[in-house]
């Protein structure tokens, strides 16, 4: 892959898990986990398809170098919109790559 397609800056936020070192839980809703550089590839038709199965609208997917620890459930934020990672594939023959598919989120 040509990483100069990696023309978007997203940042990737997780859920806390782990307690601060006070023993506190940490009360934010979401913690930034990286910021990356990907690649905005929006779904084919049968992605559309098995997404209007799913109940799922707005399917997005981002090319990504690999990172570990981003997992389903996690959301990317990009241009004031937010999208949840529904799916984490590792590309055969490109292990330094990943892609997320996402879904779109409404607005809070």
Known sequence: ???????????????????????????????????VRAKRMDAGNREVWEAYAAQVQNVVNWKIRHLD??????EIRHGGQRYEIIAVQHLDG???????????????
């Open 69 to 74: 620890g981003i997992e389903v459930g996690m």
């Open 1 to 35: 892959m040509n990483t100069g397609a990696l023309k978007y800056v997203i940042e990737i936020y997780g859920k806390p898990r782990a307690q601060d070192a006070d023993g506190y839980v940490n009360s934010e809703p979401t913690l930034l986990f990286s910021g």
């Open 94 to 108: 490109a292990p330094r790559y990943m892609t997320l598919k996402t879904s779109m989120k409404e607005a809070e």
